[in-house]
């Protein structure tokens, strides 16, 4: 399910690859209403809701784990064997002496969980292997390093973290030095390089798996970012795209790699 982050993040987005696009469309095309995209092209931040009454813990969740399980065999199992909502409930008795599960908690629970662990698996069929040329026109792409340097201060060694945003078709890049490496940090890096380029990369921004950003690694190049980190892409109108983990996407971001490995050189 997406957030509304997420959601103001693509209302924005669509707005800024056609203008004249109206809001009712802009509605009707992500399915929330004309406040919905007002708000959004107001703020990359949605306003703050009502704090919901905190009500009982869900019964099912010391055995949330257990019935995803079931509905992933389903996946992969003969059609007439799925489990239904009655053969989940006895399972859970028979087999893990859980018999405080009602048949509606159940039936609530699958009905929003299978479709979720269907798309998650979907998600990973899709992915295939294969290799792009990396072709850069002007203004389009920007590579991104955050990563540990050592720097003398008053004659002493100490370790503080460079970030780099390399420009890729003109190689031209911004370099900060922090003390942390914080989202704090990784954001102010961005903005002081947005401010001295003069502007931000049209395409996207690539990028590792760097924890300010990233919450969660799925699938391929598929990832759960940080709301505040969307929020921050929303507001400044650019994407990031993510390269795949270890020596599978070591030659997507080789430019700003070497680059930093140069700088941190010099700064140590």
Same mark, same amino acid.
């Given at each position: 399910?997406?957030?509304?982050?997420?959601?103001?993040?693509?209302?924005?987005?669509?707005?800024?690859?056609?203008?004249?696009?109206?809001?009712?469309?802009?509605?009707?095309?992500?399915?929330?209403?004309?406040?919905?995209?007002?708000?959004?092209?107001?703020?990359?931040?949605?306003?703050?809701?009502?704090?919901?009454?905190?009500?009982?813990?869900?019964?099912?969740?010391?055995?949330?784990?257990?019935?995803?399980?079931?509905?992933?065999?389903?996946?992969?199992?003969?059609?007439?064997?799925?489990?239904?909502?009655? /053969? @989940?409930?006895?399972?859970?008795?028979?087999? !893990?002496?859980?018999? &405080?599960?009602?048949?509606? %908690? #159940? *039936?609530?629970?699958?009905?929003?969980?299978?479709?979720?662990?269907?798309?998650?698996?979907?998600?990973?069929?899709?992915?295939?292997?294969?290799?792009?040329?990396?072709?850069?026109?002007?203004?389009?792409?920007?590579?991104?390093?955050?990563?540990?340097?050592?720097?003398?201060?008053?004659?002493?060694?100490?370790?503080?973290?460079?970030?780099?945003?390399?420009?890729?078709?003109?190689?031209?890049?911004?370099?900060?030095?922090?003390?942390?490496?914080?989202?704090?940090?990784?954001?102010?890096?961005?903005?002081?390089?947005? /401010? @001295?380029?003069?502007?931000?990369?049209?395409? !996207?921004?690539?990028? &590792?798996?760097?924890?300010? %950003? #990233? *919450?969660?690694?799925?699938?391929?190049?598929?990832?759960?970012?940080?709301?505040?980190?969307?929020?921050?892409?929303?507001?400044?109108?650019?994407?990031?795209?993510?390269?795949?983990?270890?020596?599978?996407?070591?030659?997507?971001?080789?430019?700003?790699?070497?680059?930093?490995?140069?700088?941190?050189?010099?700064?140590?």
């Amino acid at each position: 399910m997406l957030t509304r982050v997420v959601i103001f993040e693509r209302i924005r987005a669509d707005r800024r690859a056609d203008p004249s696009v109206s809001q009712r469309e802009l509605a009707r095309r992500h399915h929330v209403s004309r406040r919905t995209v007002r708000a959004a092209l107001a703020s990359a931040v949605p306003p703050p809701r009502k704090r919901p009454v905190r009500g009982r813990p869900l019964v099912l969740t010391p055995v949330l784990a257990v019935v995803d399980e079931m509905l992933r065999s389903d996946l992969v199992g003969p059609r007439k064997q799925r489990h239904t909502i009655e /053969r @989940i409930c006895q399972r859970l008795a028979v087999e !893990h002496g859980f018999a &405080d599960a009602s048949y509606s %908690a #159940v *039936r609530n629970y699958v009905a929003r969980r299978r479709p979720q662990i269907l798309a998650e698996t979907r998600e990973g069929r899709r992915h295939l292997d294969g290799m792009v040329p990396q072709i850069h026109p002007p203004g389009e792409e920007a590579e991104v390093d955050f990563a540990e340097a050592f720097a003398v201060v008053a004659g002493t060694q100490m370790k503080c973290y460079l970030f780099t945003l390399r420009m890729s078709y003109s190689g031209k890049a911004v370099h900060r030095v922090f003390a942390l490496q914080g989202q704090e940090a990784f954001m102010e890096g961005h903005v002081e390089a947005f /401010r @001295i380029l003069g502007g931000v990369p049209t395409r !996207h921004i690539r990028y &590792d798996n760097l924890k300010p %950003a #990233v *919450r969660q690694v799925l699938f391929g190049r598929g990832r759960i970012e940080s709301q505040r980190w969307v929020a921050f892409r929303s507001h400044y109108g650019f994407h990031a795209f993510y390269c795949l983990p270890g020596k599978d996407g070591a030659h997507e971001k080789g430019g700003v790699s070497g680059y930093s490995l140069e700088c941190r050189g010099e700064y140590g």
